[in-house]
């Protein structure tokens, strides 16, 4: 077992290393995160959350959930979802970022779900991620993509993605995307009679709240050739004031601000 400085995730992360043959990419990614990597685990271990390989694929494990599986990021299409490549250009998303897109900034990436129904669209996509540790599970599932038949027959290549401030890193792109594509974390509609489950809690923590919506709208248009994106719950004010287009669900609605 090592043991690094503290760090924020201080008892609340750890790596778990359960087969030799992962240790040497668990123990750097125990470093880079600054977290204990154990190789072994019981009830007095004080961590909440655990990183560790399972079924092929980087998990996060809930300490009172070890044996349920954890939480991955999927790379197979979603249930309606066309699992043709390139799928159909059709639905809201797709009217929302525009016939004549080409490349796609997702700015806010998080369990990846977007990024890769509009990679599989046909749209050339880079992911920014502020998270470490949902950029390690994001950076597994494109390693895993890469992996399977038709990305390999295709000669194709997962999206490229950056860790980091997205406010910092727009500011600093190489080249204009013709859409920056935002789904940041609103509040919930109502607040629920009971208090969350505390590792659920841990969990936003961990992963981090987005608490600068608005700077991030605002480096967003800044950065971006033509236009911005936003998806919202259906019940949430704009966040970039009166969008140009808004294109809405049952659920939720895609408004659209172009650069003019």
């Known amino acids: 077992m090592s043991t690094p400085p ?19 990419q668990l123990n750097s ?11 072994s685990i019981d009830k007095h271990t ?23 599986g954890g939480l991955t990021v ?5 249930a309606g979802e066309q699992r043709s490549y390139p799928a159909p250009k059709q639905g809201n998303l797709a009217k929302a970022l525009g016939r004549k897109t080409k490349t796609i900034v997702d700015a806010t990436t998080g369990w990846g779900q977007d990024a890769l129904f509009m990679f ?19 950076g597994d ?20 993605l950056s860790q980091g401030n997205a406010i910092e890193l727009l500011a600093n792109l190489e080249a204009s995307p013709d859409c920056i594509y935002l789904d940041p974390m609103f509040p919930p509609k109502r607040k629920k009679s009971a208090l969350a489950k505390k590792s659920m809690q841990i969990l936003q923590e961990l992963l981090g709240q987005d608490e600068d919506k608005e700077q991030l709208f605002e480096a967003a248009f800044k950065a ?12 949430a004010k704009p966040l970039g004031g009166k969008p140009d287009e808004s294109f809405k669900g049952k659920l939720l609605r895609y408004d659209v601000y172009f650069k003019k």
């Open 120 to 138: 599989r669209m046909g749209y050339q996509v880079q992911c920014i991620e502020r998270s470490e540790i949902m950029a390690a599970l994001l």
């Open 46 to 68: 004080p961590e909440v959350f655990f990183l560790t390989y399972r079924d092929d694929c980087l998990k996060l494990l809930d300490k009172e959930l070890l044996k349920k």
């Open 6 to 24: 503290i760090s924020q995730y201080n008892d609340k992360l750890a790596v778990w290393c359960q087969h030799e043959s992962d240790f040497t």
């Open 141 to 160: 599932a494109f390693q895993r993509l890469n992996q399977v038949d038709w990305m390999q027959s295709l000669n194709l290549q997962a999206p490229k």
């Open 29 to 39: 990614l125990a470093n880079s995160l600054a977290v204990p990597l154990y190789q």
């Open 74 to 78: 999927d790379i197979q299409p979603r």
């Open 224 to 235: 971006t050739a033509k236009r911005v994106v936003v998806k919202t719950p259906d019940y």
